[in-house]
Every structure is written in structure tokens, then in C-alpha cells.
């Protein structure tokens, strides 16, 4: 997912930027677990992962942001990187995207929205993204070709705001 300036301008104005070393603590919105919220496009993304991408360019598909300082709202990129965790695969676990065995495919595995974003803006191998998501290969070319019609979508209604002088 691209950051926008004017979702970067949003996301540090609500990071209490501190010293190189230390925390930089969220000071909006978290989610239950303490991880800082802003909004994106309509939908809810991490904060520590907008630092992450900021910081480092796109997350690879299927790949968390950890803190290596286990302190959820912070958003100090050099506290920061993409990886798998032991935390992650538990919960990936939990909501039945992979079976227990972590090995695989598990075509009834259910996408989440953050899923299907990841899909979108991931760039790899469709057969890589099936296998990181335990789906069918057709599922990742179903995602991403709703992404592409809508993508259209979005521009046709912005030309037309245009041509109205909008
Ligand atoms: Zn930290």
C-alpha cells in the first residue's frame, strides 16, 4: 500500500517523535491490543506498519511489523521490521487462515479485508501469494481482478468530477 503525503502528514502528527533509541509512542486511537489506528483510504491500518512502510517501502505480503521493543503503540521505525512471528502465527492460527500444521494449502481458508489489500498491493507470483494466504491460486487472480475493475471504477468517477468542473 502506497502512503499518501496526506496520510503521512496525518500519521506524524500523532507520533510523539522522541530520541533516536527510544519509543515513539501513538498518542491517537489503538486497537485493543494497544497498536496505533489511522484511517486509510476508509480503512484501519496500523500505525506501526505505516511507520514500517514509511521507513522501509512496501510489507511483503503476509508479513507482520514486530517491535522488537514488544511496546505495541510504537512507532519508532528502528524499532520496527516486517517478519513472522511466533505472536502472528498463533493468531493466523486462531482465526483459521492456516491450518495448525502451518503446512500446505487450506482452500476453505477465509481472506480477511487486510488479507485482500496485502494481495492487492503485493507484487509477487500469484502461486506465492496462494500459498503465504493457504488458498487457491484462483482466489489470488479473483482478488486482484476485483481490485483492477474497481481501480477503473474509482477513475472513471474521478474524470467525470473533473469534466463537471468539480
Ligand atoms: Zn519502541
Known amino acids: 500500500m502506497p502512503i499518501s503525503q496526506e496520510a503521512m502528514a496525518r500519521f506524524w502528527a500523532k507520533v510523539d517523535v522522541r530520541g533516536p533509541d527510544d519509543c515513539w509512542p501513538w ?23 505505516i511507520s514500517c512502510e514509511i521507513a522501509d517501502g512496501p510489507i ?21 521490521k516486517p517478519g513472522t512471528g511466533r505472536r502472528n502465527l498463533v493468531e493466523a492460527v486462531e482465526r483459521g487462515r492456516r491450518p ?4 500446505g494449502s487450506h482452500p476453505r481458508a477465509k481472506i480477511s479485508g487486510e488479507d485482500a489489500a496485502a494481495i492487492r498491493s503485493s507484487n509477487l507470483p500469484g502461486i506465492v501469494l496462494a500459498r503465504q494466504f ?5 482466489t489470488i487472480t479473483f482478488i ?23
Not at 495448525?100 to 503446512?103: A, K, P, T
Not at 493457504?134 to 484462483?138: D, E, I, L, M, T
Request: charged fraction near 30%; proline fraction near 5%; hydrophobic fraction near 30%.
Open 27 to 49: 498518542t491517537a486511537g489503538t486497537d485493543r491490543a494497544g497498536y496505533g489506528k489511522l484511517k486509510v483510504d476508509g480503512r484501519d491500518v496500523g500505525a506501526h506498519r
Open 60 to 80: 511483503p505480503a503476509g508479513l507482520s511489523v514486530l517491535h522488537s521493543c514488544d511496546n505495541p503503540p510504537c512507532c519508532n521505525p528502528s524499532h520496527l
Open 100 to 103: 495448525e500444521s502451518l503446512r
Open 134 to 138: 493457504g488458498v487457491a491460486k484462483s
Open 144 to 166: 486482484r481482478r476485483g481490485s483492477s475493475e474497481a481501480l477503473k471504477e474509482r477513475r472513471r468517477a474521478r474524470r467525470a468530477e473533473v469534466m463537471a468542473g468539480a
